[in-house]
């Protein structure tokens, strides 16, 4: 049952949690999550509740390490201390002995700590949706994407009436889009989850 300061927050149909993905969205990267090789590592910027570590949890093989990124501020609007809000709703996801690794902090400064050489499968970018911000984030994290990894950026525009952060995201991932040269290939879009395959 929801609680009553988070009612109004979608709810995932798969994992209870909620969040912000619409449900297709969820889908994908839970898909998304299944397509990571034995072994491999999904790195989220931007975790909030928890719905979407909750599914690539679901989505992946227990030996893919899930990396979620985030301020995890200890006084959000909503639920006040948002990493306990995360740890409960996603804890009940971990009984079968994975683990979630956490990172507290700028999701972009975070990238500085990331360990030399470890290459990422998956990269889910949804932390804060300025123009900046998200520029800064695709700038420290997306180097790290392996050759045949996926990097998905969620709350793109799909419209002239959507949010403006929406149409802030876009534009930072289509000006990243041009630059890259080809070296990314663009799935269809679904609602506003935007996903790319690296080199090919």
Request: aromatic share 8%; glycine share 12%; hydrophobic share 40%.
């Amino acid at each position: 049952m929801v609680r009553d300061e988070l009612k109004g927050v979608p709810t995932s149909p798969y994992t209870g949690i909620p969040g912000w993905e619409t449900n297709p969205e969820e889908a994908t990267l839970t898909a998304l999550a299944g397509e990571v090789p034995e072994g491999g590592v999904i790195v989220e910027l931007g975790s909030e509740y928890g719905r979407s570590a909750g599914a690539f949890a679901r989505g992946s093989m227990k030996s893919v390490d899930i990396v979620s990124v985030d301020l995890f501020p200890k006084d959000h609007a909503v639920v006040g201390d948002l990493l306990a809000e995360y740890q409960a709703n996603v804890g009940k996801l971990l009984l079968d002995g994975r683990r979630i690794g956490l990172m507290i902090g700028d999701s972009a400064e975070a990238a500085q700590h990331w360990p030399e050489g470890k290459a990422i499968d998956l990269l889910f970018i949804d932390a804060a949706h300025d123009y900046e911000a998200v520029r800064r984030d695709i700038a420290a994290w997306v180097p790290y994407l392996k050759h045949g990894g996926v990097v998905a950026f969620h709350d793109c525009a799909v419209g002239p009436d959507s949010h403006y952060s929406h149409h802030e995201v876009s534009r930072a991932v289509d000006e990243w889009k041009l630059a890259e040269n080809g070296l990314f290939t663009e799935r269809p879009q679904v609602d506003s989850l935007r996903v790319f395959d690296k080199g090919g």
